[in-house]
C-alpha cells in the first residue's frame, strides 16, 4: 500500500506534524521543565533540551487561566505548531508554555492581530533557537 510522499512513521515531510516530533509523555515534558527557561517573550517561555534524535520535537502548554477560550488555545497550539513545522530547528525538544493572559472572556476568542502578536512572538524564540545551536 502506498501512501503520500512524506513518510508519516518519522515525522520527515514538511508539512506533518507526525507523532515522532511531538513530546507527549509526562516524563518527556517533565524532563525539559527541569532546565532554566531558553527564551521568554511577551507570552511565551521556550523550553529546551538537546536530543539524540534526528529531528527536534514540539510539546506545548497552554493553561485555561492564561486562555480561557478552547478556541483561543487551539489557535495558539495550531500556530505554534505551524511555526515549528517550517522553522528547521536542530535536534532539541522544545516546549512552549504560554505565560500570561492573551485575552479575556469578554473580547473575541482571536483576532488577527492576535494572530499576528504570537505569530511574531514564537518566530522569534524558535529563530533564537537555531542562533543559538546552529545545525550540524
Excluded: W
Excluded at 514540539?58 to 478556541?71: Q, Y
Aim: hydrophobic residues 35%; positive net charge.
Amino acid at each position: 500500500m502506498e501512501s503520500c510522499p512524506s513518510n508519516g512513521s518519522t515525522g520527515e515531510g514538511s508539512h506533518d506534524f507526525a507523532r515522532a516530533r511531538r513530546i507527549v509523555k509526562t516524563d518527556e515534558f517533565s524532563s525539559v521543565f527541569r532546565l532554566r527557561p531558553a527564551q521568554k517573550s511577551a507570552h511565551f517561555v521556550l523550553y529546551t533540551r538537546p536530543n539524540q534524535l534526528p529531528h527536534a520535537r514540539l510539546g506545548v502548554v497552554v493553561a485555561k487561566r492564561f486562555a480561557p477560550r478552547a478556541v483561543t488555545r487551539n489557535t495558539i497550539k495550531r500556530v505554534t505548531r505551524e511555526l515549528f513545522r517550517v522553522t528547521g530547528l536542530p535536534p532539541i525538544d522544545c516546549v512552549v508554555r504560554l505565560s500570561r493572559p492573551v485575552n479575556s472572556k469578554d473580547g473575541p476568542a482571536t483576532t488577527a492581530r492576535l494572530k499576528a502578536e504570537l505569530r511574531q512572538e514564537l518566530t522569534r524564540l524558535f529563530a533564537s533557537q537555531n542562533k543559538a545551536r546552529p545545525a550540524k
